[in-house]
């Protein structure tokens, strides 16, 4: 580990906001890349107070954000110059390559800190669900795609809303009659329900008298027999029938959810829940030398054999390679939209029901306990706020019977619904909370059936997290919801969805400033990957991974914060490579 890394975020030192040329020329040697005239926001001035007020230094003049910078020098994958064109270009050799940015504007590298990438590139292969408004529309689709398959091969498709569709699911007939020559397996938006045909439950030899995984259910049609929808843990029986995917298949897929991300802007990923087969692929392309960007990877708890090998190896120590493993991702309860997340009283619109968690979720409290203490940071998936309660009740008592392990900086991933008396517990156990704006605005139609009007305001509440002083860490939980950088700012500051409804926003007193919003997605993640020491923000030192956007969304969030949507992102530089250019 090196030295400073647990170093608090806001002791990092802070360089002047205008760097003269003599500072360059006091650099020796000359740049490998300048980057110049553009809207630079380095983010290396104080953090925002809890109410989201700037820090006395922030570059802010009555109320109206401006750059701190124009320009970045970089040599050996490192900043070496932060400030003016003139103080940059003074670094210029021979072989220095020199980009004008035209006036866009560049803040440090964005990072998505829950995703699914490899998902998402086997997303990008198959039948693609996302939007479509009905059962009849998806198994037309899916009928279409058959129709370049060779008879037997399974089909797979994603992005069917398990949420929004929670009062109407589908079943297999519809989809069996119009595709009944191929496994057809279609995945819920979130992954906590699955939609099969009959040739795929015949494939996997799954019938009613199967057995169900604690935490899940089979659908049974009028027959008595699986009806062919499989929600929360009921999923892993189709998983587990499918055919495994060849080694090449999943680096492929790996790849190619790399290089989407890399398109939009990220420098990092956080990819929670690898298992063995991802964990092979990503280490085969990191020997290769081919991944575009930097991956942190989250062992899966779920996979004991791999779990068990990396708790007697125990976490990457290192920050530089492209991967790095140190956390481990874990579930405790299931969705709120497929009423699996545990509350602690019953769902407003089930009464009886309250969802399923711990080890009726699969959670391995053992398993847990020997990662944290092998010094793994421990991501573990709450939605519910009983679900969020009883996670940090386990890490409380992990704390106390083992001090050290508090220094973890452990995760709660995505702390959906939280009881108002256990909002400040985030603080007190230094528990980050690790949040997607895209869920607020995309489950607002039905929270709150799910909910109640009182337990509501617990829910998605990034505001109270960060006012009783939580650390917050933004993302996407693609594929589960689109991970542009623009929607997930204009969702933060609006709390209104791409249609900016509704008027005023949803709940609006949780929104954050542009400026939290950035550094959720920035430095703040950085924190999240004990990274504060390395990146995060733009100065000389830092790693030089940084993004480039068309759009200023400190200037728009103040007077036109529905066209930071229509944002698109120039450039991602990853160690100072140039990995995506537009």
């Known amino acids: 580990m090196k030295a400073g890394l647990f170093a608090s975020v806001l002791g990092v030192a802070l360089l002047s906001v205008s760097a003269a040329p003599a500072t360059a020329k006091a650099a020796s040697g000359s740049a490998d890349l300048i980057l110049t005239d553009a809207h630079v926001y380095t983010l290396r001035w104080g953090e925002p107070a809890r109410d989201g007020t700037p820090a006395p230094d922030a570059p802010i003049t009555n109320g109206t954000w401006h750059p701190d910078a124009t320009a970045v020098a970089i040599r050996g994958g490192k900043i070496v110059y932060v400030g003016s064109d003139k103080g940059a270009l003074a670094l210029r050799g021979k072989r220095t390559r020199v980009i004008d940015l035209n006036g866009a504007t560049m803040i440090p590298g964005l990072v998505d800190s829950h995703t699914h990438f490899i998902e998402l590139g086997a997303k990008l292969e198959s039948v693609d669900l996302t939007d479509v408004a009905t059962e009849a529309q998806a198994v037309a689709k899916v009928a279409e795609r058959a129709k370049s398959v060779p008879k037997g091969e399974w089909i797979f498709g994603a992005g069917w809303d398990e949420g929004a569709w929670a009062n109407r699911y589908p079943d297999k007939q519809l989809l069996s009659a119009a595709v009944p020559d191929h496994p057809v397996v279609l995945r819920g938006l979130h992954g906590f329900a699955i939609w099969t045909n009959q040739a795929a439950l015949d494939a996997g030899k799954i019938t009613k008298a199967s057995p169900v995984p604690v935490g899940g259910e089979m659908r049974l049609g009028a027959d008595g027999q699986p009806n062919g929808l499989f929600l929360n843990r009921a999923a892993t029986m189709v998983e587990t029938a499918q055919p495994p995917e060849p080694p090449g298949v999943v680096a492929r897929h790996a790849l190619k959810g790399l290089t989407q991300m890399a398109a939009d802007g990220y420098v990092t990923v956080h990819e929670a829940g690898v298992g063995s087969a991802a964990m092979a692929a990503l280490q085969s392309l990191e020997d290769e030398h081919r991944l575009p960007i930097r991956v942190y990877a989250m062992l899966s708890l779920r996979d004991p054999p791999l779990m068990r090998q990396w708790i007697a190896r125990g976490p990457d120590r290192d920050n530089d390679s492209m991967l790095v493993t140190r956390a481990v991702k874990a579930y405790y309860d299931g969705a709120l939209g497929s009423r699996g997340a545990r509350l602690l009283a019953d769902y407003a619109d089930k ?16 398993l847990a306990r020997a990662a944290m203490r092998a010094g793994f940071q421990l991501g573990t998936h709450a939605i519910g706020d009983a679900g969020n309660r009883e996670v940090l009740d386990f890490f409380e008592a992990q704390f106390k019977a083992d001090p050290a392990t508090a220094q973890g900086r452990h995760r709660i991933e995505h702390a959906q619904v939280v009881s108002p008396q256990d909002q400040p517990r985030f603080a007190r156990l230094g528990v980050i909370a690790s949040m997607e704006p895209p869920h607020a605005v995309e489950d607002k ?13 617990g829910a998605y509440a990034w505001r109270t997290l960060r006012r009783d002083g939580a650390r917050l860490t933004f993302n996407a939980d693609n594929p589960g919801s689109d991970h542009s950088i623009f929607y997930g700012l204009h969702a933060a500051i609006t709390r209104q969805d791409k249609q900016r409804q509704p008027p005023g926003g949803w709940y609006p007193a949780e929104r954050l400033t542009i400026e939290e919003a950035i550094r959720a997605y920035t430095n703040w993640s950085a924190y999240a990957a004990f990274r504060e020491g390395q990146t995060g923000i733009i100065a000389k030192g830092r790693w030089a991974d940084l993004t480039v956007m068309d759009i200023d969304p400190f200037a728009l969030a103040g007077s036109a914060p529905e066209k930071i949507l229509a944002g698109r992102i120039r450039a991602t530089i990853v160690g100072g490579k140039l990995v995506y250019q537009r």
């Open 351 to 366: 009464p009886g029901h309250r969802g399923i968690s711990g080890s009726g979720y699969g959670f391995d409290q053992d």
């Open 445 to 457: 139609g039905w929270a709150e059936e799910r909910l109640g009007p009182q337990r509501i305001l």
